[in-house]
């Protein structure tokens, strides 16, 4: 089951790197708190939608008060707050600039699934979060020195970047919490994205509606990536546990390069620090997945 998660987790960062990309393109004319709101509420959608067709809607009828808090906690951590902080970041320095600093929930996770989880690590688990942070951080090297942005929009964009990997580490372990009480992947995330939907909507109403930012094309499909992959993201934590699923999600700048190469061509800068950063990565989520 754990190997399952896993694969979750790097789908996971597959679809960020996706989403990242494309939210860069949709904030040229929408704000970071648009497009979170925006995600929120595909993301309920899609949860309603999932429920409905593997049968955990009754779930709903019998939720005790500790899953829907820790639902709605992680909700408003992850996905209001935390991908709120990463848009914004995204918007002032750019995908593999902000993804780069996010990863480094990675180191932060075992610390969350000590202090709300409960769970421990072993040092396989530590040295390979250590790679994973080692290697992004030198992929975040080699795309940080081309002066493209003002000190000020650096500062800014670093700086939630680094809040982001917090409240994204944290959030993940209460989402495990909820995970255990409902007993569904798909109930979790659907009430954690209705939380986060109530939260960001009053922003969202006041900068246009849910119709302006569902006319932007990359905002929409931005957020039908997003969603996808936080729905793999919850299954993920339901096999595993969070020091195992945080690091291997956590690749997701090596994918942001990869697309950047590919179907996102030009979009983003490849050099020799990318090269080296995206094999220390993926050396660090295979010592992280062994038993």
Same mark, same amino acid.
């Given at each position: 089951m754990q190997q399952l998660g896993i694969s979750l987790a790097l789908l996971t960062a597959l679809l960020w790197g996706a989403t990242s990309l494309e939210m860069r393109k949709a904030?040229?004319?929408?704000?970071? !708190?648009?497009?979170?709101?925006?995600?929120?509420?595909?993301?309920?959608?899609?949860? !309603?939608?999932?429920?409905? $067709?593997?049968?955990?809607w009754t779930r709903y009828l019998s939720l005790g008060s500790e899953g829907t808090i820790y639902a709605a906690v992680?909700?408003?951590?992850?996905?209001? *707050?935390?991908?709120?902080?990463w848009y914004l970041a995204i918007n002032e320095v750019g995908a593999s600039r902000s993804n780069s600093v996010v990863?480094?929930?990675? *180191?932060?996770?075992?610390?969350?699934?000590?202090?709300?989880?409960?769970?421990?690590?072993?040092?396989?688990?530590?040295?390979?979060?250590?790679?994973?942070?080692?290697g992004v951080w030198l992929i +975040? @090297?080699?795309?940080?020195?081309?002066?493209?942005?003002?000190?000020? @929009?650096?500062?800014?964009?670093?700086?939630a970047s680094v809040a982001a990997a917090f409240v994204f580490a944290f959030g993940s372990s209460f989402a495990r919490l909820a995970n255990f009480e409902t007993?569904?992947?798909?109930?979790? +995330?659907?009430?954690s994205s209705l939380a986060a939907l109530l939260v960001s909507?009053?922003?969202?109403?006041?900068?246009?509606?849910?119709?302006?930012?569902?006319r932007n094309g990359h905002a929409a499909l931005g957020g039908l990536f997003n969603s996808l992959a936080s729905f793999s993201y919850w299954g993920a934590l339901?096999?595993?546990?969070?020091?195992?699923?945080?690091?291997?999600?956590?690749?997701f700048p090596v994918f942001t390069v990869v697309l950047s190469l590919t179907a996102y061509k030009g979009s983003e800068h490849v050099d020799s620090y990318t090269v080296l950063g995206a094999l220390l990565t993926t050396i660090g989520v295979v010592l992280?997945? $062994?038993p």
């Open positions: 904030m040229v004319r929408l704000s970071a !708190i648009s497009v979170t709101a925006l995600t929120s509420a595909i993301g309920v959608a899609m949860g !309603i939608t999932a429920s409905l $067709l593997d049968g955990s992680a909700g408003v951590l992850v996905f209001a *707050l935390g991908r709120f902080l990863a480094v929930e990675a *180191l932060v996770a075992p610390l969350a699934s000590i202090t709300v989880t409960k769970e421990g690590f072993g040092p396989l688990t530590l040295l390979g979060s250590a790679l994973v942070v080692l +975040y @090297r080699s795309m940080g020195n081309r002066g493209e942005h003002g000190r000020g @929009r650096k500062v800014v964009g670093l700086g007993g569904s992947p798909t109930a979790t +995330y659907t009430l909507s009053p922003f969202l109403l006041r900068s246009g509606g849910f119709s302006a930012a569902l339901s096999l595993a546990p969070v020091p195992v699923v945080v690091p291997a999600s956590q690749t992280v997945s $062994l």
